[in-house]
Nanobody, 123 residues
């Protein structure tokens, strides 16, 4: 029913910036929390940031705090991730996800996922 689609990934040099977008479509889209996750080759998918759909409360992984900013536009069913001061270790496939829970940072808490967008940061 609900579908998520990421865009905005690409290749940037260390210290550069990218803005990722996540568009939601389908019937009965009523999440409590939207989140961004990332997965590098050979590694587990990890939490990056989340935002509550109604109140807009945000939460960040320590590794991106102060560099990344998550936001959403409820009227457009859009969610964004502004990434600044990118580092090579940020290289990963980035996914947006939706959760029916009011809070969550675990992969298992997010049943709906996009297909991902690749972010590559060179030294």
């Amino acid at each position: 029913q609900v579908q998520l689609a990421e865009s905005g990934g690409g290749l940037v040099q260390a210290g550069g910036s990218l803005r990722l977008s996540c568009a939601a479509s389908g019937r009965a889209f009523s999440p409590y929390t939207l989140g961004w996750f990332r997965q590098a080759p050979g590694k587990e998918r990890e939490f990056v940031a989340s935002i509550s759909w109604i109140g807009g409360s945000t939460y960040y992984a320590d590794s991106v705090k102060g560099r990344f900013t998550i936001s959403r536009d409820n009227a457009k069913n859009m969610m964004y991730l502004q990434m600044n001061s990118l580092k090579p270790e940020d290289t990963a496939n980035y996914y947006c996800a939706s959760s029916p829970l009011r809070a969550g940072v675990k992969v298992a808490d997010f049943p709906v996922w996009g297909q991902g967008t690749q972010v590559t940061v060179s030294s």
